[in-house]
């Protein structure tokens, strides 16, 4: 975190360093390891041959929701179905990646 303050402060003082600033920041992010959108860890999830729920992203993801992270997996070509639930008078859906 210190370190990115510092590219930060260094690309500020001199507006034409972009380039440089840019390379700087993605080596940083490579050795610091960037991390994984919510998508990209449902995805993952799914692709593993698991199901989710939105309780389940909620509690591994921190994921909100879940449906507009779906949404924009189908929008990407993702064939993921989804199964209406009912359990103790609730109702959610679950999801599943179509193999």
Sequence with gaps: MILTVWFL???MRNKNMTKEFENLMLNHLKKEG???SQEKQILNHLQSGKRLTQLQAL???GCFRLSARIGGL???GYDISTTPIKK???RFAQYHLVK
Aim: proline letters at 7%.
């Design 9 to 11: 402060q260094q690309f």
């Design 34 to 36: 960037a991390p994984m």
């Design 59 to 61: 509690k591994k993801f």
């Design 74 to 76: 189908k929008a990407k």
């Design 88 to 90: 103790n008078g609730k």
